[in-house]
């Protein structure tokens, strides 16, 4: 059952939004009954179990003339005074006091152009109420809440004003159509409108403008020079080796390499070959 009310609610509100522009927060105006309904029922916090029907953030209202009955009828309904002074006002510019039905249908009006839920337990309200296009109705049942459906007159109401926009839409495509045929036709003709030829001069002027300030602006500017490719930072560069220091080096190096190579052919044994011919002898 929680499902099927739940579905119920959800195809209310997307009608409400979608053929009326209703947005979130939801906007709910209380009357009295409903107040006193909610008190003496233990349906707190109010806001969350309107939200929960709705499905969406909800701001509570209520009507100075609602206040002023509910403080006419007793210490009864005190608490419920006291609850409805914490609510937001809605805008009611009666001087004089007003009963609550008479106060709600003003504020609402013909088109409900502050887009209001209502909230009452009056069943003739409700049905005043749902025979405006939209305005829809929630009403408390013992610890349940629930949004009436939208009614046939409200539905008939949303299909006439679809097919309005349809057929506005048309006629609007139909226009842009003829206006492009007739463009077209005196561009082949070579019929130019008044307004061409302003811009066309409107251009022209533009320009010469431009054209006089770029001679202006040309003598004006700085002129600044190119940079030229720079050479390596020296400081990050080797010394380059003197060539008085390389001979002297080479030099070094091949007294060294005579040196060792004399003493290394002193070193090597002699022999004669006359002591090699006395040994061959003896042999």
Not at 124 to 138: N, S, T
Not at 181 to 191: A, D, N, Q
Not at 224 to 230: G, S, T, V
Not at 249 to 278: C, H, P, V, Y
């Amino acid at each position: 059952m929680r499902l099927k009310k739940q579905k119920r609610h959800r195809r209310s509100v997307r009608f409400y939004t979608t053929c009326f522009g209703f947005r979130a927060p939801f906007k709910v105006l209380c009357d009295g009954t409903f107040i006193h309904h909610l008190l003496v029922n233990r349906i707190t916090p109010a806001d969350t179990a309107l939200s929960n029907i709705l499905g969406a953030p909800v701001k509570m209202f209520t009507t100075r003339c609602v206040l002023a009955e509910l403080k006419s009828l007793g210490e009864s309904y005190s608490d419920s005074l006291n609850v409805a002074r914490d609510l937001a006002p809605a805008r009611c510019d009666h001087e004089q006091r007003k009963s609550a039905v008479a106060c709600l249908t003003e504020v609402i009006g013909e088109d409900n152009s502050e887009h209001f839920f209502v909230a009452s337990q009056d069943a003739d309200l409700r049905k005043k109420f749902q025979e405006k296009p939209a305005v829809p109705v929630v009403f408390a049942l013992r610890n349940a809440l629930f949004l009436e459906p939208p009614s046939q007159s409200q539905q008939q109401f949303a299909k006439s004003a679809e097919e309005q926009r349809s057929h506005m839409n048309e006629l609007e495509f139909k226009m842009l159509i003829k206006k492009k045929k007739k463009s077209s036709v005196k561009e082949e003709l070579g019929e130019a409108s008044d307004e061409d030829e302003d811009l066309s001069k409107k251009i022209i002027e533009d320009l010469k403008k431009n054209a006089a300030k770029r001679n202006t602006d040309v003598k004006d500017k700085v002129q600044f020079k190119r940079k030229k490719a720079k050479g390596p930072n020296p400081l990050s560069c080797k010394k380059k080796k003197t060539e008085n220091q390389k001979p002297v080096a080479n030099k070094e190096g091949n007294e060294n390499e005579s040196a060792e190579t004399i003493r290394s052919r002193s070193k090597k044994r002699k022999r004669s070959r006359k002591q090699k011919s006395l040994t061959d002898a003896t042999g």
